[in-house]
């Protein structure tokens, strides 16, 4: 097959998203890909394969700066969408935005939309009213337009079906997936001393430093971990708005020389923090299907994680690791000490678990999907 994939943010600014899109394309080899995107040297680098920059045709002159990037980006599809469609087979969105280019140009072969996280009313809270407006109309457009949308949650299943009933059938989920050959179980050991951190009890949180994320509480939760496991390290990998107030919190609470932030690192490096930890935490607000779970479990690290969107249904309490229900800095300590006197079992379960999110599993099927709508095209 050839396929498009449409994608508008930058892979340095590493999100689940962009590493989703890295991924499927790396594990599909037997199909010709092209990448529209903003991006273009590190996506090349991650992917290997031929990118074409969605600005290209609008560069940054004066005279454009008033109209927003992602108009500019939708300008050009649009300008653009008859070349793509007679050189592909399909056309995969990462983002409903795009669908905007069929009100003035016809659909001339297959769309697969792809919705990634639960776009919920959360959502107005994470970009504002006016944003969440634009998104609300986007994915309506984009639902009624697309051949098949995929979505890489159950709750956002669930949600979109409820929402727009009159077009259920064309939804279905396949889950977000974590790249086997990348995040794999390695010497715990090794891994520490890769760290600088040998002989200590180290936990890890990897993503965004921002409200949604609740960096905060995992800091506190640290903190009481402390009291009883003394010789543990917290390493806090990723960056954001939020990071100078969490070094703050860190100095307030006296753990300064118990806590790293490592701010962005390589994608590639991000395994050695896995590997070397006991457990990791992802505790945010809200989510779609966090990325950076279902890559701790492929290396065999358990995870405690907040009780929202699909964490329910990814993590067994008490087997891989714990589903936090509420804002609970005991309890959460208490489940990540447990996971450290039981670490085996824990590690042995979360692998298990870990294997069922492979990419190499999960990708063919999603690339059967397609198949099959190119297929019905063609009856």
Not at 134 to 161: H, N
Not at 215 to 225: N, T
Not at 321 to 341: P, R
């Amino acid at each position: 097959m050839k396929i498009a994939e449409v994608y508008d943010a930058p892979y340095n600014e590493r999100g689940g998203i962009s590493v989703y899109v890295v991924s499927f394309i790396k594990n599909a080899p037997e199909h010709d890909f092209t990448l529209w995107t903003r991006d273009k040297s590190d996506m090349t680098v991650a992917i290997g394969r031929k990118l074409i920059s969605i600005n290209a045709l609008i560069p940054n002159k004066k005279k454009f700066k008033f109209v927003p990037e992602i108009i500019r980006s939708i300008f050009y599809v649009w300008l653009k969408l008859k070349k793509i469609s007679n050189l592909q087979n399909v056309i995969v969105y990462n983002s409903s935005t795009y669908f905007w280019t069929y009100i003035f140009r016809k659909k001339t072969i297959p769309t697969i939309l792809i919705i990634h996280g639960t776009n919920m009313p959360i959502t107005s809270m994470s970009v504002g009213r006016k944003k969440a407006f634009f998104v609300a109309c986007s994915d309506r457009l984009a639902i009624k337009k697309a051949d098949r949308v995929i979505l890489v949650s159950q709750e956002g299943l669930q949600y979109y079906q409820d929402k727009h009933p009159k077009y259920k059938s064309k939804m279905v989920f396949y889950p977000t997936f974590s790249e086997d050959s990348l995040f794999y179980p390695k010497d715990r050991n090794i891994s520490k001393k890769d760290l600088f951190l040998a002989g200590k009890n180290i936990l890890t949180y990897v993503g965004r430093l921002n409200v949604q994320k609740k960096v905060s509480l995992v800091i506190r939760i640290f903190s009481q971990i402390l009291e009883i496991k003394t010789n543990s390290h917290l390493c806090i990998v990723g960056d954001g708005p939020d990071r100078e107030t969490l070094i703050d919190l860190t100095k307030k609470l006296g753990l300064g020389k118990y806590v790293t932030f490592y701010g962005n690192v390589c994608h590639e490096e991000i395994p050695t923090f896995f590997n070397a930890s006991d457990l990791s935490f992802t505790l945010s607000y809200w989510e779609g299907t966090a990325q950076t779970i279902l890559e701790s479990l492929a290396c065999g690290t358990p995870v405690i994680v907040s009780d929202v969107a699909d964490n329910r249904q990814i993590i067994t309490n008490g087997k891989d690791g714990f589903v936090l229900e509420s804002d609970d800095e005991e309890k959460g300590a208490a489940y990540a000490i447990k996971i450290m006197d039981n670490y085996d079992q824990f590690s042995k379960n979360a692998l298990d678990k870990g294997k069922k999110y492979y990419a190499s599993a999960i990708v063919p099927k999603i690339i059967q999907e397609i198949k099959s709508v190119i297929e019905k095209q063609h009856l």
